[in-house]
Structures are given as structure tokens and as C-alpha cells.
């Protein structure tokens, strides 16, 4: 046997080790998730402090590739046809172990982690629903950045001249972004003055529906027959926006227009019974209730009704509302008051046909 021929034997049991090496890491990855993994998460559970916890569930994934990581870096001291201590290898570990931990920190991050509502319980500062999202984007954005910066830092590329780069097109990409920048102001100024949140019915001249979703360029309104409408958030700002989920109370105002035939006294009672019963419904605001005789048109006079209905929502609004209707008809039925329907009355006058006076010339 040749020197040659034991080289290659060397390099098929070497092969072969680091084959078995990285299989052994794969199981050891599959354990762990399984047992270890399990085992440390319900400790943490019943500890008083939630951070830990939030760890765990934020380095699930990460944990499981970074024992991939391991396993391809220790099988290639064995691996023929891989030099361990290749400058392109290193940095591919390096890089490999950086981003496990830049992902483990983005999913912590996240707008659905406990950590946000950690700060909203023991902070004095009051996140809301809009709010929560832009910070967990922002803060992922920042350590996106980080992470690419250290990565390029580990192949040798210095990031003060990629800034320095984008110093020179500042003015190009300024033009090229001018409606991102709008839109992310845009976004600001909703933050700022709050005219609405997650889940607050709007109305604009763009859309109406409830909100879904605020992210940095736009807003995600669903219609009321179910279509996803994205208002740029720049236009959002620039227009007028009613938040029917703010109403304190809802506005009712319409005319009920009666005969002539109906008597003035009957027409009196049916005015201070419907006022008096708008006043004393459970549903209906107090602090506002008109019920006048207003005007009088061709087919009859108009009593104006104007009041607010406490409930706001749809569910609750139009169910009061109906109820008062009902009531009115009642009253209206009680004192002997017809509503005037559109119709015309034609008065057609008698006369007798007349002989005009003449010469008789027979």
C-alpha cells in the first residue's frame, strides 16, 4: 500500500468523523428543544421575574441553529477539504453566531412579547396600541442595523465609509425617499396626536372602516364589507378624520310632518308626550333633547325631534333608536295625530252652465 492510497483511506475516515460529528450535534439540537429546553422553560415559569422566561421563548429557533453552527465548526477539524482556520470559514462562523443573536434580540423585540406591556405596568409611561408597534419596528430596525454593521465589520468593511457613501447621493436619495420621509412623518404625527388606535372605527375621505394595522408607511383599514384599504400614512395626516369609536353619545334628527286635519290640541299633547318620554328613556342623553312644531309646509306642519342616543356603537344605537320610533307611533296613535303622507288634493268648484245673452235672429 502507497502513501497516496493512505492518504485517501485518512481522508474517508476523516470524512466520516466529521459527518458523525455534525449528525451527533443535529441529535443533540433535537434533545435538547425536546427535554432540556422544556425542562428550563418550566422552571422559569414559576419564577417571579418574566425576563428569562421571555428569553427562552425569544432563542428558541436561534438556540436550535447555533448547534448547527457548533457542530459545522468543530466537524471541520476533521473535514479533508476544509482548513478550520480559513479566514472566509472563521468569518462565516463569526457572522453565523452573530446573527443567532441579533435574531434572538429581533424576536424579543417583537411587538407581541411581554416586554412592552412589562414597561406599561411598572413604568409611569402609557403605551398604547399604536405606539407598541412603531417602537418594537424601531428598535428591530436599530439592532438590524447593528448586526449588518458588526457583520461587515467581521469581513473587514469599514461602515464610516459606507456612511461617508451615502453622504454623497444624500441629495439623490433624498429626492428618491421623499415619500417614505412623508409618510414616516405622516406616521409621527399620528403618534403625536392620536387621532385614533387599533380597533377604533374611522371615518375620512379616503376610507371608512376599523383599524387594523399602523406601520411606518401606511395605515390598514378594514371596510365594513370586509376589503383591506392601505391609507399612506402622509395622506391620513392631511385629512379630516371622524373616530366614531370616541362619541360620547350619537346624534338622532329628523322631522315628522303631520296633517292640517289634526286638531292643535291634540298636536300640543303629542309634542310634550314625545318630549317627555325622550327625557325619561333610559337610553336617550338628557342633556340635549329638542321636540318642536318647526315649520309649516304644503302637506303639512313639521315637528322637529333633534337628541342623542347614549349607546354609540351600531349594536346598541339603532336598537334605542328603533324603540323611540315605536314610541312615537304610539303616541302619535293615542291622541288621534295623522302623519302626512305625499299626496295631492285636487278642490274642483260647481257652477252652472250659462246661456250667453245674444240677438235672437230665428
Known amino acids: 500500500m502507497n502513501w497516496h492510497t493512505l492518504w485517501e483511506i485518512e481522508d474517508v475516515k476523516n470524512t466520516i468523523i466529521a459527518i458523525g460529528i455534525l449528525l451527533v450535534f443535529l441529535l443533540l439540537r433535537r434533545l435538547f428543544i425536546k427535554y432540556i429546553y422544556k425542562l ?22 436561534p438556540l436550535q441553529w447555533l448547534f448547527v453552527i457548533i457542530g459545522i465548526y468543530i466537524a471541520a477539524a476533521y473535514f479533508p477539504y476544509l482548513d478550520q482556520d480559513n ?26 412579547s ?26 428591530q430596525a436599530i439592532i438590524i442595523a447593528i448586526g449588518i454593521s458588526m457583520i461587515a ?42 387621532p385614533f388606535t387599533i380597533d377604533d372605527w374611522i371615518l375620512t375621505p379616503s376610507v ?4 387594523e394595522d399602523i406601520s411606518f408607511r401606511s395605515t390598514k383599514v378594514r371596510t365594513f364589507d370586509q ?33 292640517y286635519d289634526s286638531p292643535i290640541e291634540k298636536v300640543k299633547r303629542s309634542i310634550n308626550r314625545i318630549r317627555e318620554m325622550l327625557i325619561n328613556h333610559e337610553g336617550i342623553h338628557e342633556e340635549t333633547i329638542f321636540v318642536h312644531f318647526s315649520d309649516l309646509q304644503d302637506t303639512g306642519g313639521d315637528i322637529m325631534l333633534y337628541y342623542f342616543t347614549k349607546a354609540t356603537s351600531g349594536s346598541e344605537y339603532h336598537p334605542v333608536k328603533e324603540d323611540v320610533n315605536y314610541k312615537i307611533l304610539e303616541i302619535l296613535k293615542e291622541e288621534g295625530v295623522e302623519i302626512a303622507l305625499p299626496s295631492r288634493r285636487l278642490f274642483m268648484k260647481d257652477f252652472e252652465d250659462e246661456t250667453p245673452q245674444g240677438n235672437d235672429n230665428s
Open 227 to 259: 376589503a383591506v384599504v392601505t391609507v399612506p400614512n402622509s395622506t391620513l395626516a392631511n385629512e379630516a378624520i371622524t373616530n366614531w369609536s370616541k362619541m360620547g353619545k350619537r346624534q338622532v334628527s329628523f322631522s315628522l310632518r303631520v296633517t
Open 114 to 139: 411581554l416586554l412592552f406591556s412589562r414597561i406599561n405596568r411598572r413604568g409611569n409611561v402609557h403605551l398604547d396600541e399604536i405606539l407598541i408597534p412603531f417602537i418594537s419596528k424601531g428598535v
Open 153 to 194: 465589520e467581521v469581513f473587514g468593511y469599514g461602515i464610516s465609509g459606507f456612511v461617508a457613501g451615502l453622504g454623497l447621493g444624500g441629495l439623490a436619495f433624498a429626492l428618491a425617499a421623499q415619500d417614505v420621509l412623508a409618510n414616516l412623518f405622516g406616521g409621527f404625527v399620528i403618534i403625536t396626536e392620536r
Open 40 to 61: 428550563i422553560l418550566g422552571l422559569t415559569s414559576k419564577s417571579p421575574t418574566e425576563l428569562f422566561t421571555q428569553l427562552l421563548i425569544a432563542y428558541k429557533k
Open 87 to 112: 479566514k472566509l470559514f472563521t468569518n462565516v462562523i463569526q457572522s453565523s453566531i452573530i446573527m443567532v443573536i441579533v435574531w434572538g434580540l429581533f424576536n424579543l423585540t417583537s411587538a407581541t
Open 208 to 211: 371608512e372602516g376599523t383599524v
